[in-house]
């Protein structure tokens, strides 16, 4: 069965600091990865994926996130955080073959510190 | 460039009353989904439409139904409503010969009194 895991609820970063916001998965076979950003009151909003190739994607708004097979891992990263970046993240997992389900996690808030 | 549609934004109901959410996918998308998110809570998966079939099936209780129809749109009905089916409602939708991200809608909070 396809699970997502992201083990903080929350993380607080200072303005300017790099962020990391953790992400591990379950899935048979190769892994569709998608990270999603929410504001409140509003739609996911895609941020970047990982289907195949290089292990680190770069999305929207200077993220970036490294696929990490052996680990099991799509941690999202940003070198710089933004207090505009403070918003509930979200991990989503796709098994490549079979069913178009996606598995979300439980979300992840980022609360950026001016 | 358009985007999914969903209506309406809100909507407000009396328990036992009945409730239809409209979901339109952004054009020349094929799969359409549909999700449940609770306060603080991640979506839950509740059914998908491919090709205006059913493809996958979620948390959909006995009491919802959805359908697709012929202009890919797609309907969520909700009867028997209960306060616990007080949450916000996502439609998202995928080509799923494109890039396999789903897009979603902003979403109809519905609120059962």
């Known amino acids: 069965a396809q699970s997502v895991a992201q083990p903080e609820d929350q993380v607080n970063v200072a303005e300017g600091n790099p962020l990391t916001v953790k992400c591990t998965y379950s899935v048979s076979g190769n892994p569709y990865l998608f990270w999603y950003v929410q504001y409140p009151n509003r739609g996911l909003q895609f941020l970047l994926k990982?289907?195949?190739?290089?292990?680190l994607v770069k999305g929207s708004y200077g993220f970036e996130a490294e696929f990490n097979k052996s680990q099991t891992s799509f941690h999202l990263k940003k070198p710089s955080a933004l207090v505009s970046d403070s918003a509930l993240y979200f991990c989503?997992?796709?098994?490549?073959?079979?069913?178009?389900?996606?598995?979300f996690g439980t979300g992840t808030r980022l609360k950026v510190l001016a | 460039a358009a985007g999914v549609i969903q209506s309406p934004r809100h909507l407000i109901k009396e328990k036992r009353e009945t409730a239809t959410l409209k979901c339109y996918p952004i054009p020349r998308h094929d799969t359409v989904y549909w999700y449940q998110q609770g306060p603080g809570q991640d979506p839950q998966f509740l059914i998908s439409?491919?090709?205006?079939?059913?493809?996958d099936k979620g948390s959909i209780p006995d009491r919802f139904s959805a359908q697709q129809f012929s202009d890919y749109h797609s309907e969520l009905n909700m009867s028997s409503l209960e306060l616990g089916d007080s949450a916000l409602y996502f439609c998202a939708s995928i080509s799923t010969s494109g890039g396999n991200e789903q897009f979603f809608g902003p979403g109809t909070r519905l609120t059962v009194l």
């Open positions: 439409f491919y090709e205006k079939m059913q493809s």
């Open positions: 990982y289907i195949t190739g290089d292990n």
């Open positions: 989503a997992v796709r098994a490549v073959s079979g069913t178009y389900k996606y598995i």
